[in-house]
């Protein structure tokens, strides 16, 4: 079990930036509202988070830690049509399997909180413990029993900066989400809970980022895509900048990379490839967005409807800067 457990991270746990991922992940599942992510050397050292969402059981917190155990999943058409962040039931126990690793949860009506530890996947029993409703997953020393694969991660400041991408970008998506960063003590970024999605981006990328860009929406039958596009005389044109979410997942997509890179080609730009933050929103079941547990990859049911839509959406949208 905690071979195939540290297999199944082999796939799912790339580096501290994956674990951030995944622990994040189910924070936002279990509905929190302020999300706290404190971190120590690169998050290789430490990487702790805190939620206050709604808490595990005490009689689940094994479960929480063995494979395929998900409470999200309740039957195959849920599988088919799966809206939380993740369903698999994998990445706790992956992530458990490679690092010390503990979980305190309370749910909101329980007396007082429960504890769990696992150490190079060993389970301990649940004990009482002290903490607010809510949820802490606290993980050290990734990959301290798999030697050759701690050997494979950068310096501390790579493995940060891994970690700030990922979280910006699940702060984009989340505006509604508050959200906090330390590293080493030191305040990283704080967000506030926002309103609307206008609200995060100028918090995240900067007034001049909304200043500098047109907002879209458009609609058809089952598909909506909106979000920002930066003007062709932004100052900044930068792949730190480009932002595209499929039902608020980041994505990195070549159906939707070839569609947004036509469509400003087409209209302007010049070669220049630009800054946007997309979301493009569509039924569940028109998307399989995990074909692989870590990669940022989609297969959408109807790649050429998608590819058109947008290519459309923001070709129209561009055209009109022109005019
Ligand atoms: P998955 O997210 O695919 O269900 P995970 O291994 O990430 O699998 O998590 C296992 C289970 O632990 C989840 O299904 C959920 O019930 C519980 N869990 C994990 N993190 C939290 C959290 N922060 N708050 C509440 N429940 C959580
Ligand atoms: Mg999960």
Do not use: C, W
């Not at 430490?46 to 595990?56: A, E, F, Q, S």
């Not at 059981?57 to 049509?81: F, Q, V, W």
């Amino acid at each position: 079990e905690q071979l195939i457990n540290q297999i199944a991270a082999g796939e799912v746990i790339e580096r501290p930036a994956s674990v951030v991922k995944e622990l994040v992940e189910n924070a936002i599942d279990a509905g929190a509202t302020r999300i706290e992510v404190e971190l120590d050397g690169g998050g290789v050292k430490l990487v702790r988070i805190r939620d206050d969402g709604g808490g595990i059981a005490p009689d689940e917190l094994p479960l929480a830690l063995t494979r395929h155990a998900t409470s999200k999943i309740g039957s195959l058409e849920d599988l088919e049509s799966v809206q939380s962040m993740g369903f698999r039931g994998e990445a706790l126990p992956s992530i458990a399997s490679v690092s010390q690793f503990r979980i305190i949860s309370r749910r909101r009506d329980d007396a007082h909180a429960s504890m769990i530890e696992a150490d190079n996947g060993r389970l301990s029993d649940v004990r009482p413990a002290q903490h607010p409703p809510g949820t802490t997953v606290e993980m050290r020393e990734l990959f301290f029993n798999v030697p050759a694969r701690r050997k494979f991660l950068k310096t501390e400041r790579t493995e940060l900066s891994h970690i700030e991408d990922q979280l910006r970008a699940m702060a984009l998506a989340r505006p509604e989400v508050g959200l906090h960063l330390k590293h080493a003590g030191r305040d990283l970024l704080r967000l506030s809970r926002a309103e609307s999605i206008a609200e995060r981006v100028d918090a995240l990328l900067g007034e001049s980022f909304l200043e500098q860009s047109l907002s879209i929406e458009h609609h058809v039958a089952g598909l909506s895509l909106h979000g920002f596009v930066g003007l062709p005389t932004a100052a900044r044109s930068s792949a730190d900048r480009q932002y595209f979410f499929v039902n608020r997942r980041l994505v990195k997509d070549r159906v939707i990379a070839h569609a947004v890179k036509q469509a400003y080609a087409d209209v302007l730009f010049h070669g220049r490839y630009p800054t946007f933050v997309l979301f493009l929103d569509l039924d569940p079941t028109a998307v399989d967005v995990n074909v692989h547990p870590a990669k940022a990859e989609v297969r959408f049911r109807e790649q050429r409807m998608v590819h058109d839509f947008l290519f459309r959406s923001l070709h129209e949208a561009l055209a009109q800067t022109r005019a």
